[in-house]
């Protein structure tokens, strides 16, 4: 079975400064994507980003981005000029891609704060 | 439009009380899924609802019953809840046909059963 880890309970950044929140996962699938979700105080879960495992690049969002290294099974997520309105629980999660309705996991969460 | 649509946003419940957690999506399609989220934790999967065939958490208690009235619908029913199940319950859906399927979800009921 696969596992997320999210190593970094909470986090903290300065406005307009950069964050990185860690993941990393444990698979024997060669193929499968990787997500991180944000959920604001207002509970909604919104998607942040996506990544294919056959993709070597790197997705990008705007300011976030990821750092995908699958050697490593490692997927972390670079938050630039970061804003108050960033400040959320961010989930990694990895689904396997053999059926459209195989189920999320998810990494127990990182709590970002952003200081004004 | 990714918007997926929960209704109550907020339920309260006595334990034999019956209720129903409604949820509704209009992008086509064709997978639904709920999920709980305890407080602090990530969201654990009870239910997935793809081409009118229904997959179970064999860990969710019969107390929960789930409806796919329609494609676009997925109603959650409860009866005789215990305090545990105070939680936020969210709901999902995803395309269902593809590879890259992705997850969108709506903004959740917060259940309080007393």
């Known amino acids: 079975a696969q596992t997320v880890t999210q190593s970094q309970p909470e986090m903290s950044v300065q406005e307009a400064e950069t964050v990185t929140l860690s993941c990393t996962y444990d698979?024997?699938?060669?193929?499968?994507?990787l997500f991180w979700y944000k959920q604001p105080p207002s509970r909604q879960m919104i998607l942040v980003i996506r990544q294919e495992a056959y993709k070597q690049q790197n997705a990008t969002e705007n300011r976030f981005s990821v750092n995908f290294q699958k050697a490593a099974k490692s997927f972390s997520l670079k938050i630039s000029d970061s804003q108050l309105g960033d400040a959320a629980m961010y989930f990694c999660a990895y689904r396997s891609p053999y059926s459209g309705n195989t189920p999320l996991v998810f990494g127990k969460g990182t709590r970002l704060s952003v200081i004004a | 439009d990714t918007e997926v649509t929960q209704t109550p946003k907020h339920l309260v419940m006595g334990m034999t009380n019956k209720k129903s957690l409604k949820c509704e999506q209009h992008m086509g399609h064709r997978a639904m899924y709920w999920y709980k989220q305890k407080a602090k934790k990530p969201p654990e999967l009870m239910f997935v609802?793809?081409?009118?065939?229904?997959?179970i958490n064999e860990s969710v208690p019969s107390r929960f019953s789930p409806e796919c009235p329609n494609s676009s619908l997925l109603n959650l029913h409860l009866h005789a809840l215990q305090p545990e199940d105070s939680a936020l319950y969210l709901c999902?859906?995803?395309?269902?046909?593809?590879?890259?399927?992705?997850?969108?979800f709506g903004p959740g009921t917060r259940l309080t059963v007393l």
């Open positions: 609802y793809s081409y009118e065939k229904l997959s």
């Open positions: 999902a859906s995803s395309q269902g046909w593809t590879d890259s399927d992705t997850q969108y």
């Open positions: 698979t024997s699938e060669s193929d499968y994507y």
